[in-house]
């Protein structure tokens, strides 16, 4: 996928999301995925669906994806992490930089660049995915909440105070496979 269908596919679903969601609606769970959180979109009635198999297929593989990179990050595994993510993935860190990879040693530096300040030890992150919704048969959107109610200890005696995230996924299906392809950090209150 190029560079530009994925910032205007981004664009659209986030516009679409927190346009037109109900929040008060939402539901979330401390720790693991969200047994409401997915959602297939039928594309031939723009609205949701719970029967057609088509639009479901492809939640699984993606929710497995998102899971698997969530227990590597709070392993604090680089190299695991580059692993599920598309050779160009694009990421939109917390402070809104965009960091686009040219080859998987990319994403490894960016990772391990990140986690070098940290304290391993100490560091536990809890996630819930939020929300999935395939898009089409091969794109999954992927919502995970990712919260330090301990905070962050690093290196040395700084600390960085608890607060959480929100991870936004675009999870794709290329010939390798379901990969991640697109990724947006934002910060946000504790939930």
Avoid at 168 to 191: E, M
Wanted: proline share 5%.
């Amino acid at each position: 996928m190029n560079r530009l269908f994925l910032c205007t596919l981004l664009s659209i679903l986030l516009f679409r999301y927190f346009g037109y969601s109900d929040w008060s609606k939402r539901t979330s769970r401390p720790i693991g995925s969200n047994g409401y959180a997915e959602r297939s979109l039928d594309l031939q009635t723009d609205g949701l669906s719970t029967t057609n198999p088509v639009s479901k297929r492809p939640v699984r593989p993606a929710r497995e994806l998102i899971e698997r990179w969530c227990t590597a990050y709070g392993d604090l595994n680089e190299k695991e992490l580059a692993a599920l993510e598309s050779p160009d993935v694009e990421i939109v860190d917390r402070f809104g930089d965009l960091h686009v990879a040219k080859q998987q040693t990319d994403e490894e530096r960016f990772w391990a660049e990140g986690f070098e300040m940290i304290r391993r030890e100490d560091f536990h992150p809890v996630w819930t995915i939020e929300e999935i919704r395939s898009t089409r048969p091969d794109v999954v959107i992927v919502h995970a909440d990712i919260s330090y109610s301990g905070g962050i200890p690093l290196k040395g005696s700084d600390f960085i105070p608890a607060f959480s995230e929100i991870h936004t996924f675009i999870v794709s299906r290329d010939n390798a496979g379901w990969r991640i392809a697109g990724h947006d950090i934002t910060k946000r209150a504790l939930q």
